[in-house]
């Protein structure tokens, strides 16, 4: 075991095979974007949804050739959490408005999203100063990544929430 907890390991083991699921969700994921796009729903299309899932795929794509296990293990596991919650919120809303009254937990996903950015940030930080069998250079596109998410969402959260917010006052 490496002083990051966390052993690189080939893509045919079971992490790696479990880092394949996450990539295919994000297949989907971009699919959904590409339907938007189509569709011409521009109200839901804006910077911070095309460029994170219009990155994710390639990010996976990578971390599924290069790195499956691990740091890769963790970041997918995270990342497959926070999507459950976020789909169970959208799930509710797609019932109708009559749910509205349940859906008052909002903008604690968008920190929940923040809260792994900043996990996986932390995480990433640690690996690059201790001797952990991931490769410095991903280290670096990881920190890099989560660095550029946690920008576009603390953005996202303050013009959905607090700017709102102040409007009302």
Same mark, same amino acid.
């Given at each position: ?86 789909? &169970? ?10 749910? +509205?009254? %349940? =859906?008052?937990? @909002?903008?604690?996903? $968008? ?35 989560? &660095? ?10 303050? +013009?959905? %929430? =607090?700017?709102? @917010?102040?409007?009302? $006052?």
């Amino acid at each position: 075991m490496s002083a990051c907890g966390l052993q690189h390991q080939p893509t045919g083991n079971a992490d790696g095979k479990g880092l394949l699921v996450v990539y295919f969700s994000k297949v989907i994921e971009l699919s959904d974007t590409l339907f938007f796009i189509l569709r011409k729903k521009n109200s839901q299309l804006t910077f911070l949804h095309v460029y994170h899932h219009g990155t994710m795929i390639f990010n996976w794509w990578a971390g599924v050739k290069y790195v499956a296990g691990g740091q890769s293990f963790l970041i997918g596991l995270i990342n497959s959490l926070v999507h459950v919650v976020m789909y &169970l919120y959208y799930g509710l809303a797609a019932l109708g408005p009559h749910m +509205q009254q %349940y =859906l008052w937990w @909002k903008r604690y996903l $968008t920190s929940l999203q923040l809260l792994q950015f900043f996990i996986v940030t932390i995480h990433t930080t640690y690996n690059l100063f201790t001797d952990c069998d991931f490769p410095d250079s991903m280290n670096a596109v990881v920190f890099a990544y989560s &660095l550029s998410l946690i920008t576009l969402f603390r953005n996202f959260y303050y +013009q959905s %929430y =607090l700017t709102k @917010k102040s409007k009302q $006052t």
